[in-house]
């Protein structure tokens, strides 16, 4: 079964720390994703990874950076948490290739509350 | 923008009814994603249909898609109270992986 893990379900920190939210995959997808999600918003994407070093701002990048040093394993940085950031953020990988089974898998979801 | 807008936002229905969620999307994709998530958890990948497919079924799941409409629809059949959950969908167009995704459809089915 394809994995997608993320470091922590919930995660309490204070305005003004830097929080790193990992996420590691184990079927060598090339797509990585994150996502936020708040209620009556859905899902809006933060940032999306298709290979090693390389990504793309989505919606709402603003306050958020990430890293994909390794093809597994994608990283969800809040350089300085606010309050506004409180959510839950979910991580997801899929193949690149439209031509094979493209359905992306979700971690379990990290709730980070910024106090 | 290339995110499904789902409709309605939110669908009570008794146990044993169908439930309908629509979906409509603006660009041109290679397939569209279907996917469930129960509350609190991540997303669960239901169903996928191609562009080149009109209709697909698994279990008491049936995907339609009209391209000329740019929309698709799920409809679940004879539901439980086990299918209450929020539903997505996602249109995938062939340029580029990303993944987008609207408000969802919010269903509650009443035992």
């Known amino acids: 079964d394809v994995k997608v893990t993320q470091s922590s379900r919930y995660l309490v920190k204070r305005t003004g720390e830097k929080v790193f939210l990992e996420c590691v995959q184990d079927?060598?997808?090339?797509?990585m994703f994150w996502y936020r999600q708040d209620p009556g918003l859905g899902l809006r994407l933060i940032y999306f990874?298709?290979?090693?070093?390389?990504?793309e701002k989505g919606d709402i990048p603003e306050g958020y950076s990430v890293s994909r040093e390794k093809k597994e394993r994608f990283s969800l940085i809040l350089e300085s948490a606010s309050t506004n950031q409180t959510s839950m953020y979910l991580c997801a990988s899929s193949f690149l290739n439209p031509g094979v089974n493209t359905e992306a898998f979700f971690g379990q979801g990290t709730r980070l509350t910024v106090v | 923008s290339q995110q499904g807008e789902e409709d309605p936002q939110a669908l009570s229905i008794q146990e044993g009814e169908n439930a309908t969620m629509n979906c409509s999307y603006k660009?041109?994709?290679?397939?569209l994603q279907w996917y469930r998530q129960n509350s609190g958890r991540g997303l669960v990948h239901l169903i996928l249909?191609?562009?080149?497919?009109r209709e697909k079924h698994s279990g008491r799941l049936r995907v339609t898609l009209d391209t000329s409409k740019k929309s698709s629809s799920l409809l679940i059949t004879a539901s439980r109270a086990a299918d209450t959950a929020s539903y997505f969908c996602?249109?995938?167009?062939?340029?580029?992986?990303?993944?987008?995704f609207g408000q969802g459809t919010t269903l509650q089915v009443k035992p």
């Open positions: 660009t041109s994709i290679n397939n």
């Open positions: 996602a249109p995938r167009p062939g340029n580029t992986g990303k993944l987008i």
């Open positions: 249909i191609r562009s080149n497919e």
């Open positions: 990874s298709y290979d090693v070093k390389m990504k």
């Open positions: 079927m060598d997808h090339e797509n």
